[in-house]
T-cell receptor, first 120, second 113 residues
Framework: GAVVSQHPSWVICKSGTSVKIECRSL??????MFWYRQFPKQSLMLMAT?????????EQGVEKDKFLINHASLTLSTLTVTSAHPEDSSFYIC????????????????FGNGTRLTVT | AQSVAQPEDQVNVAEGNPLTVKCTYS??????LFWYVQYPNRGLQFLLK??????LVKGSYGFEAEFNKSQTSFHLKKPSALVSDSALYFC???????????FGTGTRLQVFP
């Protein structure tokens, strides 16, 4: 089955530093990937849509300069949390859709296992 | 704007009993509906989807869901719950001509032995 690998699974960093999270589709190509943020006991909040070879589309209220997204290839998207602060501590999850499948528009998203970020 | 509501924060059920996790949606046009399950500190796993066709959809691990257009509902069901079904369940909707998946707030299912 389709696998999305997200790395690292957890990271602890100091306030003011930057952290990069990688999301890879291992056995399929994904022209579009999605980044979500999940707070404790809350739903997933869509942060941005990552488009291969073009700029990401950010949801309202998400700071694009703080959450940098790069989608340089059909199998890799990265989210960089710049100048992290304790309020950025959260669980970040990426997802991707197999763009190579016929009718992929209706196919389910495949999710990574998430990255727990703790900013001290 | 499209939205999904999961009215129950938590559902408790005894092992072996049937379970239902509720979901209602609001979307313009025909909805594409999904159910996902999340185990602690993990990403989401796809359970089932409704795109078109038969209103009763069967998915992974013995789960099924019934699409009810008049009630705008897509409740998740299983005839006999297992302790291992205990997890967080999310309903999601995507409207036609959009690429975004909007999730409900999640329902924690607790199955007691």
């Amino acid at each position: 089955g389709a696998v999305v690998s997200q790395h690292p699974s957890w990271v602890i960093c100091k306030s003011g530093t930057s952290v990069k999270i990688e999301c890879r589709s291992l056995d399929f190509q994904a022209t579009t990937m999605f980044w979500y943020r999940q707070f404790p006991k809350q739903s997933l909040m869509l942060m941005a849509t990552s488009n291969e070879g073009s700029k990401a589309t950010y949801e309202q209220g998400v700071e694009k300069d703080k959450f940098l997204i790069n989608h340089a290839s059909l199998t890799l998207s990265t989210l960089t949390v710049t100048s992290a602060h304790p309020e950025d501590s959260s669980f970040y999850i990426c997802s991707a859709r197999d763009s190579g499948r016929q009718g992929s528009y209706n196919s389910p998203l495949h999710f990574g296992n998430g990255t727990r970020l703790t900013v001290t | 704007a499209q939205s999904v509501a999961q009215p129950e924060d938590q559902v408790n059920v005894a092992e072996g009993n049937p379970l239902t996790v509720k979901c209602t949606y609001s979307v313009s046009g025909n909805p594409y509906l999904f159910w996902y399950v999340q185990y602690p500190n993990r990403g989401l796993q796809f359970l089932l989807k409704y795109i078109t066709g038969d209103n009763l959809v069967k998915g992974s691990y013995g789960f099924e869901a019934e699409f009810n257009k008049s009630q705008t509902s897509f409740h998740l069901k299983k005839p006999s719950a297992l302790v291992s079904d205990s997890a967080l369940y999310f309903c999601a909707v995507r409207a036609i001509n959009t690429d975004k998946l909007i999730f409900g707030t999640g329902t924690r299912l607790q199955v007691f032995p």
